[in-house]
Antibody, heavy 122, light 106 residues
């Protein structure tokens, strides 16, 4: 059974670096075709895809945020970490991690964590 | 980046109505289009993938279609539990994007 759980600070100050950890079970990032993404959702607003790391360690970032994001995986710990530098109040959102898998039909988010609300405020 | 434009942004319909939501891609995305349902305070749930394939366990009143770069999600007979926000998402390019969402109210 696949589960994902996000963890990290609930409150960060402007200009600080935010570090979020996705701890998962039920699959391995060593499996060909596997990937994990981070997605966020500001209160009352739409979903925004942020970043993805693939099983082969390829990494992809949202164009608008790529200078501030770093995604990494630790296969031995079953974790994917997202760091976001220089946070601003507009980065206040619920942050989700989600598992994806590539096949002939493309890729989709079948499994999601419950999300973690991060507030950026002084 | 590929832009995904959903319409309408919100709609109100009655129980039993047929409801259609559209999602237009800014360029070709083949059939690499997914639909999600999100209820307040919950993570999104996958409904349809590859434009028209129903995810296991999803009621058959949900269906998806593709017309070039225009995609539709149809609920054939709206039920009270279908009150939610619906999002499309493309996985064609290496940088994925979501639509801005459509809120469905009864």
């Amino acid at each position: 059974q696949v589960t994902l759980r996000e963890s990290g600070p609930a409150l960060v100050k402007p200009t600080q670096t935010l570090t979020l950890t996705c701890t998962f079970s039920g699959f391995s990032m060593d499996t060909s075709g596997m990937c994990v993404s981070w997605i966020r959702q500001p209160p009352g607003k739409a979903l925004e895809w942020l970043a993805r790391v693939d099983w082969d360690d390829d990494k992809y970032y949202s164009t608008s945020l790529k200078t501030r994001l770093t995604i990494s995986k630790d296969t031995s710990k079953n974790q994917v970490v997202l760091t976001m530098t220089n946070v601003d109040p507009v980065d206040t959102a619920t942050y989700y991690c989600a598992r994806c898998y590539y096949d002939s039909s493309g890729s989709r988010f079948h499994y999601w964590g419950q999300g973690t609300l991060v507030t950026v405020s002084s | 980046d590929i832009q995904m434009t959903q319409s309408p942004s919100s709609l109100s319909a009655s129980v039993g109505d047929r409801v259609t939501i559209t999602c237009r891609a800014s360029q070709t995305i083949s059939s690499f289009l997914n639909w999600y349902q999100q209820k307040p305070g919950k993570a999104p749930k996958l409904l349809i993938y590859a434009a028209s394939t129903l995810q296991s366990g999803v009621p058959s009143r949900f269906s998806g279609s593709e017309y070039g770069t225009l995609f539709t999600l149809t609920i054939s007979s709206l039920q009270p539990e279908d009150c939610a926000t619906y999002y499309c998402q493309q996985s064609y390019s290496s940088l994925w994007t979501f639509g801005q969402g459509t809120k469905v109210e009864i």
